[in-house]
C-alpha cells in the first residue's frame, strides 16, 4: 500500500453545481453509470461502486460537495472491497485534503470518527482501523499545512496511535481476498506523519522512539510488505530532525544487541519465532542505515546503526 501518493485527478475546473444528489446524478449520467441516492451502503458493494466511481473520475473536473461527500466516504473504509477502500476511498480523500477542499469542521469530524476507529482493536475491523490509520496520517499532513488541531488534539491522537500499534496484532499485508490489509505499516505511516510536523514537541518524539520498538520485530511473523522500511521511515526522521537526542538515540539502538524472545542472536536458529525476530530486526536496520545514508546527522548515530547491521550481516 503506498502511503503518499496523490490521485491522479485533473485540474478542478469550477462548475456551478447545487447539492450533492444534482452532481451525484449529472456525474453518474455523464459517465454511464445508474444514479443512485446519497448515503449508499457501502457493504452493498455493487451499488456503492456504481456511486462512487463517477464521483471519483469526476474529481478536478466539477465542482464538488467535497465535505458532504468525506462524511459519506468514511463508511467505507471498512468495506471488504479493496477499491472502495483504496483507489476510490484514499485516492479522493488524499485527493481533497491535498487540495485543501475540505473545511475545518469537516476535518475535525473526521478526526473525530476516525481516531473511534483507530483505536477498536478488533480483527474484524482491521479494515477500518488500518485505513482509518491512513486517513489520519493525511489529516495530519493537512494540519501541519493549516492548523485546524489543538494541542490536546494531536495528544490525544498520538497516544491513540502509540496504543494501536503496541496492540496491534493483525499482520496481514496484501491478503489475497480482501486487498491491502496493512495496519502496522498505516499506523506507522501516521507515526511518522508526527515526526514531520512543526508542533511535535520531544517529549512526543521520544514517545514515538519508544513505540516503534514495539513492533520492529514481532516473532508471530515475517515481515514481507514493506513494513520494516515503513518502521524505520519514523526513526530516521526523527533523527534527521533532530528531534531526538543522539546519545538518547544510540542508547535506543543499542536494544537491538540483545534479542527480546530468547538470551542470545544464536539461539535464532533453533525456533520459527527466532528467525523471525531475528529477519524482522536485519529488516529494519538495513533499512534504518539506507535511509540515513548521506543524511545530514550526527555521526556517532549512523556509526552505531551501520555497526549494528555489519553485525547482523554475520547472521548468517
Known amino acids: 500500500m503506498r502511503s503518499a501518493d496523490v490521485p491522479q485527478c485533473q485540474r478542478p475546473v469550477r462548475v456551478p453545481v447545487s447539492g450533492l444528489s444534482i452532481l451525484v ?12 441516492a446519497a448515503g449508499v451502503d457501502c457493504l452493498d458493494t ?18 464538488q460537495p467535497t465535505d458532504e461527500l468525506a462524511r459519506e466516504l468514511v463508511d467505507c473504509l471498512g468495506s471488504p472491497n479493496p477499491e472502495l477502500r483504496d483507489r476510490i476511498g484514499y485516492e479522493l480523500f488524499t485527493y481533497w485534503l491535498r487540495g485543501d477542499n475540505l473545511s475545518d469542521t469537516t476535518r475535525r469530524d473526521l478526526l473525530i470518527e476516525l481516531s473511534t476507529h483507530l483505536a477498536d482493536s478488533a480483527q474484524d475491523v482491521t479494515p477500518f482501523r488500518s ?16 492548523p485546524f488541531m489543538t494541542d490536546s488534539d494531536r495528544q490525544a491522537l498520538l497516544d491513540t496511535a502509540i496504543l494501536a500499534l503496541d496492540e496491534e496484532s493483525d499482520f496481514r499485508g496484501l491478503d489475497p481476498e480482501v486487498g491491502w490489509v496493512h495496519p502496522v505499516a498505516h499506523i506507522a505511516d501516521l507515526l511518522w506523519r508526527f515526526t514531520l510536523h512543526p508542533q511535535t514537541s520531544d517529549q512526543q518524539a521520544t514517545a514515538i522512539l519508544d513505540a516503534i520498538r514495539s513492533k520492529v520485530a514481532p516473532t508471530v511473523v515475517a515481515y514481507t510488505f514493506n513494513e520494516g522500511d515503513r518502521l524505520a521511515r519514523v526513526i530516521s526522521t526523527l533523527i534527521q530532525r533532530r528531534l531526538v537526542d543522539a546519545s538518547d538515540i544510540i542508547e535506543w539502538a543499542a536494544q537491538f544487541e540483545v534479542p527480546q524472545s530468547m538470551n542470545t542472536w544464536t539461539d535464532a536458529f533453533l525456533t520459527r519465532a527466532g528467525m523471525a525476530e531475528l529477519h524482522n530486526t536485519k529488516q529494519f536496520l538495513r533499512a534504518l542505515s539506507d535511509q540515513l545514508a548521506g543524511a545530514d546527522v550526527e555521526p556517532e548515530v549512523t556509526e552505531a546503526i551501520d555497526e549494528l547491521v555489519q ?6
Open 131 to 146: 485505513f482509518s490509520a491512513l486517513f489520519l496520517s493525511e489529516l495530519m499532513r493537512s494540519d501541519a499545512i493549516r
Open 25 to 36: 446524478t449529472a456525474v453518474a449520467l455523464l459517465n454511464g453509470a445508474p444514479a443512485v
Open 46 to 63: 455493487e451499488t456503492a461502486l456504481a456511486y462512487w466511481r463517477p464521483i471519483r473520475d469526476a474529481a478536478g473536473t466539477v465542482a
Open 311 to 316: 553485525g547482523f550481516t554475520q547472521l548468517i
